[in-house]
Structure formats: C-alpha cells, structure tokens
C-alpha cells in the first residue's frame, strides 16, 4: 500500500453533491463518469495528492443504493492505491482478508480495482487501486 488513493462517498444526488463538495473544497471536480458494471455515477475532486469520489446510485440494486438504504450518505469506503494488485490481492487473502473479487475489475478513474469485505477489514469497506498502464489496456 503506496497512500490513500481517495475517500469514497455515497450520496442521494450526484449534482447536489458536486455543488456542496464544490464549495467546501474550493474546486470543481475534475472527472465524472459512470460505472455501468458497478451501477454508479461517479465524480472525482483533487487537493493536491488526495482525492473524494462521490458516488450516487444509477439502479435501485447498485452497492450504494444499499448502502444509503441502510446507513444514509456518507463515507462508504477508503481506497489505498497499491503497485501490483494481484500481489496484494495475493498477500491479504494470505492474511485472512476477504476479497469480493477474484480478478481485479475495471473500476472508475483509470483503475484496475478490488474491494474487501467489511466483516474482514474492521468494518470499513476497502478498496485497492492499481493506476491502469497502456500494456494493461
Ligand atoms: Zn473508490
């Protein structure tokens, strides 16, 4: 693990919250996209080296629809940028983690990326990112 990569937030409503985050940070975000595959809109806001991903549900059965259901807006993981993933995929299962995926997935902003489940990481839901290189494209 390099450093935090970004904190992730879920909210209700993706334009609100850009124009709340927009004024608390004093920027604008630098990237929105949608993940079809995860069932999100995302946008991401940069201070110097860190970042905030805001996420809002695109499906009812998307991850954050459930989760805002249930806990209501807010932080809903802590993304650590990592070298190789499928090293440290490797090296946490061996330390008992539990990862929701096999294969590391294509995520949002670039990244090649895979989550560990909550039970096994003191409740926070944790997410790897490997920045992705042209050779991996
Ligand atoms: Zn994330």
Redesign the pocket.
């Known amino acids: 693990m390099r450093k935090i ?4 937030i879920a909210v209700k409503d993706l334009e609100k919250a850009n124009s709340l985050y927009t004024a608390l940070l004093n920027t604008e975000p630098y990237k929105t996209e949608k993940v079809a595959s995860e069932g999100v809109s ?1 946008s991401f806001f940069r201070m110097g080296d860190s970042k905030i ?1 805001l ?1 809002e549900a695109t499906s009812e059965d998307s991850a954050i629809a459930k989760f805002i259901e249930k806990r209501g807006e807010g932080i ?2 802590i ?1 650590y940028d990592v070298e190789d993933i499928r090293a440290e995929m490797a090296r946490l299962e061996g330390e008992g983690f539990q990862l929701l995926n096999t294969e590391p997935k294509k ?3 670039n ?1 090649l ?1 895979c989550f560990l489940h909550p039970k096994s990481s003191g409740g926070v839901l944790v ?1 790897l ?1 490997q920045e992705i290189t042209s050779e991996e494209n």
Do not use: F, P, Q, R
């Open positions: 990569e970004h904190i992730g995302t991903e996420l809903h993981h993304a995520g949002a902003d990244k990326v997410e990112c």
